[in-house]
């Protein structure tokens, strides 16, 4: 597989700067899309077996592990929980971890391909939402409104961003935000 078809898979939106003033839930949609788009930055130009290289034992981490596991919180917070979807699993139906333990046949233009779908099917879900929209199912008992949502998803991505510059040094000596 060629960094070219990563590239193209991976282009969620291209990365845009947040605005520096604007109302709350543009400017929460603006960080989320940002950091959406710097995983697929991370991402860019790399091989699938350098997708698949780990982060450090006895960590299963690794970019295309990151890549799976986004899609499947994307997948659980905008479709199960906002919008009380019956999605399943993508990769974790017999592993809870499989979406990270289960790259190593991983085909990474359905896996980026299956990230984009779920990040359209979020905004989908999201548009025009008020901010104090509560989910249609409960998390741990407790109701959890789109505002929640929308910053925890930026603290995942902006997590697990962190964790993909580590792993992109690894593999090829590339930093950068």
Known sequence: MSGMSI??????????????AADEATMLA?????????????CEGLTAEQLRVRSAAPSSLSLLGLVRHLAEVERY????????SDAKSLYCAEDEDGDFNQVGTADPDEAFATWRAQIELARTAAAGLPLETTGKRLRHGEEVTLRWILVHMIEEYARHNGHADLIRELID?????
């Not at 899309?33 to 710097?38: K, L």
Request: glycine residues 4%; neutral net charge.
């Open 77 to 84: 917070w905008f479709q199960n929980i906002l919008s009380a």
């Open 7 to 20: 590239e193209a898979a991976s282009a969620a939106r291209v990365r845009l700067d947040p605005p520096m």
């Open 30 to 42: 603006a960080w989320l899309d940002y950091h959406r788009a710097t995983l697929a930055l991370k």
């Open 173 to 177: 000596g590339t930093t950068g935000e």
